[in-house]
């Protein structure tokens, strides 16, 4: 399923969001060491965080998207033809967003599966389209497919310093929970939860 959006991207934009296939996966995870290092103010990130990001995307029961530049085809294979000689051609965009839905689990993750829960994660956007929607519309576009997939209700952790993605979930009716931790790069984060139907 792909959907194309030009509402509220950058410049008019058309942005094409499609779930990521197995050849995707190193450059989503690239694309997520990126906007971390960036949002660390240029810090790197430890070999077995990233190592951990791309063994999660590639879960069989995860659900990863990504937001991809104008150009991909409807059915998201990213290649169309050449206009003139009817050829495939490979089109020159690239992955601008990722986010991961899955399963949400008791005892942070490792425990029995929460009946309805989708945990989001992974949620990144290239730094260079910030502050263009594109979080939104991947937050929005995972939140479609729980639904139809079964999931009534959401959670997520966010960094508590990260205030583009804390505005973005209290807008999107996420709310916290009041539960904390520090992740293991001793950074604090916040709980968020929200129902996903009425």
């Not at 810090?43 to 951990?52: G, K, M, Q, T, W």
């Not at 690239?94 to 929460?114: C, F, H, S, W, Y």
């Not at 502050?131 to 999931?151: N, P, Y």
């Not at 996420?174 to 709980?191: C, I, N, P, Q």
């Amino acid at each position: 399923m792909t959907r194309r959006t030009g509402q509220g991207v950058g410049m008019g934009e058309a942005v094409t969001v499609r779930e990521a296939g197995a050849a995707d996966l190193e450059a989503a995870v690239a694309l997520w060491t990126l906007s971390h290092v960036v949002r660390r103010n240029g810090r790197p990130l430890p070999e077995a965080h990233i190592a951990s990001a791309h063994e999660r995307m590639a879960s069989p029961e995860a659900l990863v998207l990504l937001a991809l530049d104008s150009g991909d085809t409807a059915d998201g294979s990213g290649c169309g033809t050449d206009g003139e000689s009817g050829k495939e051609t490979e089109h020159e965009f690239g992955i601008i967003g990722t986010i991961m839905g899955m399963q949400g689990r008791d005892g942070e993750g490792v425990g029995a599966p929460v009946a309805g829960l989708v945990h989001i994660s992974l949620l990144s956007v290239a730094p260079d389209r910030w502050g263009q929607h594109i979080g939104r519309l991947l937050v929005e576009e995972t939140i479609i497919r729980a639904v139809a997939r079964g999931f009534d209700k959401a959670q997520l952790w966010t960094h508590a310093d990260n205030l583009r993605a804390n505005r973005l979930y209290k807008a999107m009716g996420f709310r916290r929970s009041g539960r904390v931790k520090v992740d293991d790069w001793g950074e604090l984060l916040v709980h968020y939860r929200r129902p996903l139907v009425d």
